[in-house]
């Protein structure tokens, strides 16, 4: 069985531009996550989708960002216009389930972004 | 905001010597679920174990343990018999209702 996969695995791109991040979960699992840790600091959540639909986005940190999810499948995480402070890894993660107690989320190798 | 508090920010194990990686965290929930996580240098991260909140008993998992005292708010997590290979960043994480929140992480570096 396939993991979570996401592309590209690096990308460096001037401030200012704009850069679109893909995630592709396990196949049969309706739930994926955005996660991102900026240098120095903790992995802090973004959004979690439930199959196409937004379950909670309060991790977004600006209007810069727009997270999608076409179809209930692949994902996309879209910078625009990117800010140095942008710089970071972002993880996409997904899971079978996701009550309030257990579910494993299963985490892609991440995208490391560097905005110069 | 509820926190997850790893104090350890790096340790240092011989090989085959057990070691402790300390996780505090607060919340007013009932029902939750703690994991640990691991992120070699290569960047991926790896899911060790899950303790849930009204699991009666410690996780294990191979050389993986969980030490959870609920009523302190902890879930240490124990690796025994450390090798070469489990040289790593480790993240202790909760679970609300799917979002993880995570600690800041302690970096192991196991030495022969």
């Known amino acids: 069985e396939a993991g979570v996969t996401q592309f590209p695995s690096h990308s460096v791109i001037e401030k200012g531009q704009t850069v679109t991040l893909r995630c592709d979960p396990i196949s049969g699992h309706d739930n994926l996550y955005w996660y991102r840790r900026v240098m120095g600091k903790e992995i802090k959540f973004l959004l979690h989708?439930?199959?196409?639909?937004?379950?909670?986005e309060s991790g977004m940190p600006n209007n810069r960002f727009l997270a999608e999810r076409t179809g209930g499948t692949y994902s996309t995480l879209k910078v625009q216009p990117a800010e140095l402070e942008d710089s970071g890894v972002y993880f996409c993660a997904s899971s079978q389930g996701a009550g309030h107690y257990s579910y494993e989320q299963y985490f892609g190798p991440g995208t490391r972004l560097t905005v110069t | 905001a509820q926190k997850i508090t790893q104090t350890q920010p790096g340790m240092f194990v011989q090989e085959k010597e057990a070691v402790t990686l300390d996780c505090t965290y607060d919340?007013?929930?009932?029902?939750?679920?703690l994991f640990w996580y691991k992120q070699p240098s290569s960047g991926e991260m790896i899911f060790l174990i899950y303790?849930?909140?009204?699991?009666?008993q410690n996780a294990t998992e191979g050389r993986y343990s969980l030490n959870f005292q609920k009523a302190r708010k902890s879930a240490n997590l124990v690796i025994s018999a450390s090798q070469l290979g489990d040289s790593a960043m480790y993240f202790c994480?909760?679970?609300?209702?799917?979002?993880?929140?995570f600690g800041a992480g302690t970096q192991v570096v196991v030495t022969p």
């Open positions: 919340t007013s929930d009932q029902s939750y679920g």
């Open positions: 989708f439930v199959k196409e639909s937004k379950q909670d």
């Open positions: 994480a909760r679970n609300s209702w799917g979002k993880l929140q």
């Open positions: 303790q849930g909140s009204y699991d009666e």
